[in-house]
Structure formats: C-alpha cells, structure tokens
C-alpha cells in the first residue's frame, strides 16, 4: 500500500471488504476496478499490436522502413483503440520525438515522474501503473497510465548513440528535428500508455 496512490488504496479497502457497497468510496473503488481491466486491456492492445507491426516491418524491410510505418502506424493504431473503448488511449512520454502527439499532460507528467522514481527505487518497469478518478473542469475522468519498457527492438531507434546506427541517427534526425526519445537502455521505462474516459457525469 502506498500514499501517492488513492487509486491503490480504494482498491485494496474494496478488496478486504471493508467498505459497504452502497458508500461513494466503494461505488468510485468498483468503478475504478472495472475500469482498470479495460484499460489494461487497451494498453496491451496497443503495446501488442505496434510491437507485432514493429517486428513484421523490421523484418521485411529493415530499420529505415520502419521508422515511417511507425511515424503512421501508431497514431492510426491508437485512434482505432480509443474509438474502440470510447476513450483516449496513446502513449505518452517525458522525452518526445514527436511532442504533438507525445507529450504527456500535467496529470501524466505527475505519474510519469513518480514512476521513474519507483524504478529508480527497484521496481520494475512492467509492474509500474496507476488508476485513479480525476476531477478536470469538464468533469471526473478516469484516469490511467502504465509504463512501457524498453526492449531490444526499441533501443535499435530509442537507445544510446552506440545502440543508433547511423542511417537511422541521419534519417531520424531529419524526420523529428527535436528528437529527445534516445537515449534508453533494455528494461528503461521508455513511456507509458494513458487511457482517459470521460464517466457519465463529464462532457464529452
Ligand atoms: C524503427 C524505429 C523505431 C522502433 C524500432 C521503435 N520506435 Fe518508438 N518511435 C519511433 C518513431 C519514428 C516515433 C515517433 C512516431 C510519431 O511520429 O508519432 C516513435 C515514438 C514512440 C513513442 C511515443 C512518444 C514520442 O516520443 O513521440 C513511444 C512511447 C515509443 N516510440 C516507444 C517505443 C517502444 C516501446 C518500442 C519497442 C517496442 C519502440 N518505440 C520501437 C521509432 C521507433
């Protein structure tokens, strides 16, 4: 249990059963569980689907081709899965490539630091994720991210100077001229998947 997360620890009171079912914070705790498993689900979807796409381009034709797929894949692949579950699901970050689509909100950047140092203290990047009810001026979102971790395949894009060959250093530096996405190492948190859905109560 843990006191930066009232997620976790409605949660955990949910789970005891100690809190009786008909009380708002057990109403907003089974909320957030049922939520949780769909986001969870989202985020594997996304993780899973660019992951298979990545691997099929890569194979085929190679780190530079791969690059471009990715440039188009993911945003079309994140839209489809938000459409899907009526939500905002996309993967955001504190080092852009692209900041249009990948710069995390202030909500995000909070959880996103918190997690680097939860990593920075010994946890590992795929345990890293947090749930929670938000009130934002259009209304209470339920709110989620979970860390993605950097495999061998990513450090070939994302990874050190010595990890980037250079066509790849060349062509990514002429596609996102502000690149700060490098730099990562196997088992770093290279991001994470946020998943935003408006409840009831919230304009669209
Ligand atoms: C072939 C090169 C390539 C590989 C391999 C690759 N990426 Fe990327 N990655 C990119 C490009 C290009 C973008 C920018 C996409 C865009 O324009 O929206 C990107 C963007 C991202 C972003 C979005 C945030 C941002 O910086 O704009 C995350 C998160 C990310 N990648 C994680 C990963 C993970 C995790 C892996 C391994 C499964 C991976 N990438 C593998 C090229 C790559």
């Keep these: 249990m843990n006191r ?3 997620a976790t620890l409605l949660l955990a009171a949910l789970s005891l059963g100690s809190v009786a079912g008909t009380t ?7 909320t957030i569980a049922t939520l949780t498993a769909e986001a969870r689900a989202a985020a594997g979807e996304l993780s899973g689907q660019l992951a298979g796409e990545l691997a099929r381009e ?3 034709s190679g780190r530079l081709r791969s690059i471009v797929v990715c440039k188009y894949s993911a945003p079309e692949l994140s839209s489809q899965i ?3 579950h009526g939500a905002q699901v996309r993967r955001v970050t504190l080092r852009t ?3 249009a689509l990948g710069t995390a909100d202030e909500w995000e950047q909070r959880q996103l630091l918190d997690f680097e140092r939860r990593h920075t203290g010994g946890e590992a990047v795929s345990t890293l994720e947090v749930a929670a009810l938000v009130d934002e001026p259009a209304g209470r979102y339920f709110r989620f991210l979970k860390a993605i971790e950097a495999g061998e ?3 070939s894009c994302h990874g050190t100077k010595d990890a980037l060959n250079a066509a790849t250093r060349t062509r990514l530096s002429s596609e996102y001229p502000h690149d700060r996405a490098t730099g990562y190492r196997v088992g770093d948190m290279l991001g994470a998947v946020s ?3 408006a409840l009831a109560e919230a304009r669209p």
Excluded: M, Q, T
């Excluded at 708002?24 to 089974?30: I, K, M, N």
């Design 4 to 6: 930066r997360c009232p």
């Design 24 to 30: 708002p914070a057990a109403s907003d705790a089974a």
């Design 58 to 60: 890569y194979a085929i």
């Design 82 to 84: 938000s459409r899907l």
């Design 97 to 99: 490539r692209n900041p």
């Design 153 to 155: 395949l990513c450090v």
């Design 195 to 197: 998943f935003k859905k």
